[in-house]
């Protein structure tokens, strides 16, 4: 560990092709340790008495932003007969329940229930508990890798971040504006 050399010596960051960078090795421990953690966001879904698929449905869903069937669909990357079957599964289980669109009433929307708020706290606290020994790092490195997370949360998708309850959904840091004068 802490080697950041080039080389196709089986560095995590390594293409293959003799490319590596410290970001790319960075960004491969920390897919590592993400996916090391696979099995307590399985667990924590099976608790609930959901499969994978049903666990990030229940997820996607707000009681103060009501799903349509057809964007749970687009979010999972599925047909709409198998986002009505993970909807049917999330309704047998209590944790969501359809309604008629408050704007078009042809339209039935998902919303959790109590009991599926509930389960989206379980299932957000196994998410982002974090992995064996992050909490023993010395504080400025606990920080530090705050400060990086921030940043790449601002620049990857910050609603999927902030419907997870990970990042605030503010918007991203904006070049100068036109009042500031130009550096130079």
């Given at each position: 560990?802490?080697s950041?050399?080039?080389?196709?010596?089986?560095?995590?960051?390594?293409?293959?092709?003799?490319?590596?960078?410290?970001?790319?090795?960075?960004?491969?421990?920390?897919v590592g340790?993400?996916m090391s953690q696979?099995?307590?966001?399985?667990?924590?879904?099976?608790?609930?008495?959901?499969?994978?698929?049903q666990?990030?449905?229940?997820?996607?869903?707000s009681?103060d932003?009501?799903?349509?069937?057809?964007?749970?669909?687009?979010?999972m990357?599925?047909?709409?007969s198998?986002a009505t079957a993970l909807?049917d599964?999330?309704?047998?289980r209590?944790?969501v329940?359809?309604r008629?669109?408050?704007?078009?009433?042809?339209?039935?929307?998902?919303?959790?229930?109590?009991?599926?708020v509930?389960?989206?706290?379980?299932?957000?606290?196994?998410?982002?508990?974090?992995?064996?020994?992050?909490d023993?790092?010395?504080?400025?490195?606990?920080?530090a890798?705050?400060?990086?997370?921030?940043?790449?949360a601002?620049?990857?998708d910050?609603?999927v971040a902030?419907?997870?309850?990970?990042?605030?959904?503010?918007?991203?840091?904006t070049a100068?504006?036109?009042?500031?004068?130009?550096?130079?």
């Amino acid at each position: 560990m802490g080697s950041h050399e080039a080389g196709i010596g089986g560095h995590p960051g390594d293409t293959g092709d003799g490319a590596c960078s410290i970001a790319r090795e960075a960004w491969a421990i920390l897919v590592g340790v993400s996916m090391s953690q696979r099995k307590v966001w399985l667990d924590a879904g099976q608790a609930e008495g959901l499969t994978p698929p049903q666990a990030v449905s229940l997820m996607k869903l707000s009681p103060d932003d009501p799903s349509r069937l057809g964007d749970l669909a687009k979010h999972m990357h599925c047909d709409a007969s198998y986002a009505t079957a993970l909807a049917d599964r999330l309704e047998e289980r209590g944790f969501v329940e359809r309604r008629v669109s408050a704007t078009d009433r042809r339209v039935r929307e998902l919303v959790p229930t109590a009991a599926g708020v509930a389960a989206q706290k379980r299932l957000r606290a196994a998410i982002i508990a974090p992995p064996p020994g992050l909490d023993e790092l010395p504080e400025e490195d606990q920080l530090a890798l705050m400060r990086i997370a921030e940043r790449l949360a601002e620049r990857a998708d910050p609603r999927v971040a902030a419907r997870l309850g990970l990042v605030p959904l503010t918007p991203p840091a904006t070049a100068a504006t036109s009042d500031e004068a130009p550096v130079g």
